[in-house]
Every structure is written in C-alpha cells, then in structure tokens.
C-alpha cells in the first residue's frame, strides 16, 4: 500500500466543482490581484482568527518580513525567536538586517521554552517570535508577561497552525501581530504561494498594506518605500471556498493522531507528543521521536509509507547562519529533537485503514 505523507489531491477531490468554480470566477471577473476575492478572504480570515484585520501577502515568509518591518525591526535589531522551526522563521529576520537569536524549545511540546526567554533579552531586543510548531500553540501567557515587562511586541508565527486555540483563544490574535502561510500542505492551503498577516492593530495592518503593495495609497501615489508582496485573486478564491471545511479537517487530523497515538502507545522505542492541557493543537504534522530515526525513516520510505523529518537541521546549525557563531551544544532540546523526529502520513482524508497499515509496518520494523 503505498500512502504519501500528504495527499493534496485526495483532498480536491472532494470538492473540484468547487475549486474549478472559484478560479472560473476569477478568470471572467479579470480581476487577478488584490480584487474583490482578496477583500472577502481578509474578512472571513480575520473572523475565524477573532482578530480585527487579515492582510493578505505573497507567502508566508513575506508575512513575518512585513510584520518585522511593520514593528519597526532594522538593521542592528535582535529579534527572539527558537532554532526549531522552518528555516524562513530566521530567514524572515535576518532579510530585513536583523539578528535571530534562539532560544531552545520545550522537550514536551516543541514550542519557545518562556523560562530561556528572559536571558536573551538585551536592548538591541525589538520583537519576541514564537512558533506554534506543528499545529500545538507556544505558552504563549508566559511569553506575553515577558513581553509586556520588557514592553516588546510579540509576533506569532502561526504559519503551521490555522485554527488552533490557546486558553480557548484562537492563535493570531494572541500578541501583536502573528502571521500565516497558506503553502500548498499548510492545513489551509491555497494553489501556489500565499499569506497572511493578522493584527487588532488598525495602524499595523494599515502599514503591512502600504508595504505589500510599493508603498501605495492610492493609484498613483507611493507615500513610503514598499515591496511587490501582494497575493493573487485565484489564491484567495480557493482560500474563501476552503476556509468553510478547515474546522472539518483539523477535526480529523486530531482524529487522526488519536488513533496513531493509541496504536502506537505500547512501542516504548517511540516517544509521541504530548499536547499541553492549555491547547487545542490543530496537528499540522503527526510526529513521533525514535533512537534510529534514519534507519526506520528510509526502511518506511522503501515500503511507500511517505514520511518526513521536522526539521533534520537546526537553524543555528544551518551553513546560512554560520555567521552567527551558534555551535552544536548550545540547544540541546532543539538539536535532539532534529535527530529523532520523524513525521508519518498525516492529511484530513487518511483513512483508519492506512493509519493502522503504517502504524503495523512501524511495529514490524521496531520489533523485528
Ligand atoms: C513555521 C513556519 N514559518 C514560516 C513559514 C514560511 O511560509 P511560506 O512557505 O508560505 O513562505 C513556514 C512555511 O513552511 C513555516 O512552517
């Protein structure tokens, strides 16, 4: 049986009349970019989220560049963010002159450790970037007391995380800004590059907007320097008739890694993920950690089980970083995590059926 690690067109095929319809309405509308479909996501984002304003970008990435620049980030700024994410996190930092500086993670759920926090801290420090990874929201209550003390704005990165809640709250109106990447597998995924930033700040999101579109405010008129990040009227279409099912599909992820946890809980060779009792994680990805992650990684590969690894190389590790003078030791959380996590098949339409194939084939190669 060969089952992927995500299956995106398993998902459109449960709704292609829909998504032919929206990009048929875009192509005899005319109207590509920033038009009528993109005002309409925006406010259907922003609602979802129980934030005030969505500005929607060209991806993710651009989102945190925009948000940073937004909030005043430069050349000479030091910006918090963990070593355990996508590399755009720090790239996003380091693009608008920045320096990342990292602090290790929680072992038990993979997000910002708030009790390293407060050390990083100098007067260089202009925003505090924690990554909701893998769906499961930072501690974010923590993070924000320290936040206000030193009076810094907080930046979620929520790339991973559409819909997840924190204390009850969903994740993008928890700080200051946050932002979202609708990367084709995010759990709201568009058909190309797309992003967004959220905010309940009427001047920030106005800023992000300025910026996203060559400093315009009106045709002809360019009141600061700006960027071409803007996002395209397909993109939001397909977002807008995607974003009634997401909470239909982050139920079945959670579904989902009910049954591979229960199936998997007797393997003491496997440690699962625990989701914190403040949370409701929306499981982007369903991760396990294993000694001989590599050996099973590629025995799982040979048997067409797709699987992947989040992430294989920290970032204060990565060649593109070396400037920062981070050695190996420094994250010991973090760097242990890079050499045992695996992610297994995990999309809304997996079936029990290839749930229990996987998690079968795991407990023939671990036992055998
Ligand atoms: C944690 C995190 N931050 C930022 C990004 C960047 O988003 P994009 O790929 O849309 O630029 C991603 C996307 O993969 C991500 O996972």
Redesign the pocket.
Known sequence: MNIPLVNLKAQYLTMASEIDAAIRRVVESTIFVLGPETRSFEEEFASYCEVEHAVCVS??????RLSLIALGVETGSEVITVPD??Y??GE?IASVGATPVFVDVDPATKTMDPAALEDAITAKTRVLLP???YGHPADMNPILEIAHRHDLPVLE?A??AHGARYRGKRVGGLGKMA?F???PS?NLGAYG???CVTTNDAELAQQVRLLRDCGRSSKYLHVQRGFNHRMDEIQAAILRDKLPHLDQWNRYRRRHVALYQRLLADLPEIQLLRTSNDCESVH?VMVIELDNRDQIHGKLEALGIGTGIHYALPLHLQPAFRYLGYSEGEFPVTEASCRRVLSLPLYPELTKQQIAFVTGQLRTLLTA
């Open positions: 991806n993710g990435t651009d989102a945190l994410t996508f755009a996190t996003a990554v909701h990874l990165d790339a991973q932002i990447s609708f990367y995010k590059e797309a992003g982007h």
